[in-house]
C-alpha cells in the first residue's frame, strides 16, 4: 500500500521527529522486545516464544508512536487504551512496557515465577498499567469493545486498540464482538490481527480455515487494511489511517512470521508455546537477534 506521512500521537517520540528518526527508535524498541522475550522464556522454563516475536513490531509501533498513553496533564479522557487480547504473548508486551518505563527491565524478566506480577498471562491487579487481564482467548476482544463504547458514550477522543491472534478467531465471542461494534459505529476502535497463519498444533488452515479473512470482516461492517506486520513504515502508516476512518471500527491484517527474527523458530508451530528453551537455543536465538556475548551474558544469568 502507499504510505501516508507517519505521525506520532502520543507523547513518546516528538511530534516534530523526522520520520526516520520515528522508524530508528521503533526498530531499536521492537530488537529490545525480541531479545527480552526470548531471556525472559528462558528463564522461566516455559512460555510462548513463536506469537510474542510475531507481534514485537506491531507492539513497538503502538507503544511508540501511536498510543497516547502519555497524556498531557490529569486528564483521564485523552488516554488511550490498550488490550493484549492473545494473552500468551505476554512476554513481548511486558518487554515493551520495561522499554518505556512502565515496569523495570530486570524485573520484567521474572515472568511466571512465584510472587513475580509478570505472570504467563497478564494480570490487571498485578500490574496497574495493563488494562485487563486476558488469557481465554475472544474476551480480551469483548473487553476492548466495552471500553470503546463507554469512550464513546463519554464523548471521549481516545481510542482503544486491541490485538488479537489468529487463531483466536476461530472463537465466536470474536464475531459477536465484531457484529456489536460495527452497529455502534465504534469508529473509535481498533483491532490488529497478528496473521502468522500457526497456532499451537499446526497451521490455522489444518485446524479450521479462517480464510477469507479480509471479506469476513468487510462483511461484518469493519474498515480493512492489510499489512506487512513486519514493516514499521507500513504499520504506522496505516494505524494513522484506520484512526482517520468515521462510522466503522478498523481492522489491521498484519501479515507476520511466526518466531521472526530468531531462524531456527520461524513458521514453525512447536514454538508456539509450553517451551522450554534450552542455554544453547537462547544463546543462538539472542545472537541471531544481534545480541552481542555480553549482552547475552546478562539476558541470560539469573
Not at 522508524?23 to 516464544?49: K, L, N, W, Y
Not at 483466536?168 to 465471542?173: A, D, T
Not at 460495527?182 to 480455515?209: E, F
Amino acid at each position: 500500500m502507499t504510505s501516508a506521512k507517519i505521525t506520532v500521537r502520543n507523547g513518546a517520540i516528538p511530534a516534530d521527529a523526522p520520520d526516520t528518526d520515528i522508524e530508528v527508535q521503533i526498530a531499536d524498541a521492537a530488537r529490545f522486545v525480541r531479545r527480552h522475550t526470548i531471556a525472559s522464556i528462558f528463564r522461566a522454563g516455559s512460555g510462548h516464544p513463536g506469537g510474542a516475536l510475531s507481534c514485537a513490531d506491531i507492539l513497538a509501533c503502538l507503544f511508540g508512536a501511536e498510543l497516547n498513553v502519555w497524556p498531557s496533564g490529569t486528564d483521564e479522557r485523552l488516554r488511550d487504551r490498550f488490550v493484549l487480547s492473545k494473552g500468551h504473548a505476554c512476554p513481548a508486551l511486558y518487554a515493551i512496557g520495561a522499554y518505556h518505563g512502565f515496569c523495570d527491565k530486570t524485573a520484567a524478566l521474572a515472568l511466571r515465577k512465584l510472587g513475580s506480577p509478570f505472570q504467563g498471562h497478564p494480570h490487571v491487579r498485578d500490574l496497574p498499567w495493563v488494562e485487563t487481564s486476558t488469557g481465554s482467548l475472544g474476551q480480551g476482544f469483548s473487553v476492548a469493545l466495552g471500553m470503546a463504547m463507554g469512550m464513546k458514550l463519554q464523548k471521549m477522543p481516545s481510542r482503544t486498540y486491541v490485538v488479537l491472534g489468529d487463531g483466536e478467531l476461530q472463537e465466536g465471542e470474536v464475531w459477536e464482538a465484531a457484529m456489536c461494534a460495527a452497529h455502534h459505529k465504534l469508529d473509535n476502535l481498533c483491532a490488529i490481527v497478528d496473521y502468522n497463519k500457526l497456532q499451537s498444533d499446526a497451521s490455522n488452515d489444518v485446524i479450521m480455515r479462517i480464510e477469507p479473512l479480509a471479506d469476513k470482516w468487510r462483511a461484518f461492517g469493519w474498515t480493512v487494511f492489510e499489512i506487512d506486520g513486519h514493516n514499521i513504515p507500513e504499520i504506522l502508516s496505516t494505524l494513522h489511517l484506520a484512526a482517520s476512518t468515521h462510522n466503522h471500527p478498523s481492522v489491521l491484517i498484519a501479515h507476520t512470521v511466526k518466531g521472526k527474527g530468531v531462524p531456527y523458530m520461524e513458521n514453525g508451530p512447536a514454538w508456539h508455546g509450553s517451551v522450554k528453551l534450552t542455554r544453547q537455543q537462547a544463546e543462538e536465538a539472542l545472537a541471531a537477534l544481534g545480541a552481542d556475548r555480553q549482552e547475552i551474558m546478562e539476558l541470560l544469568d539469573v
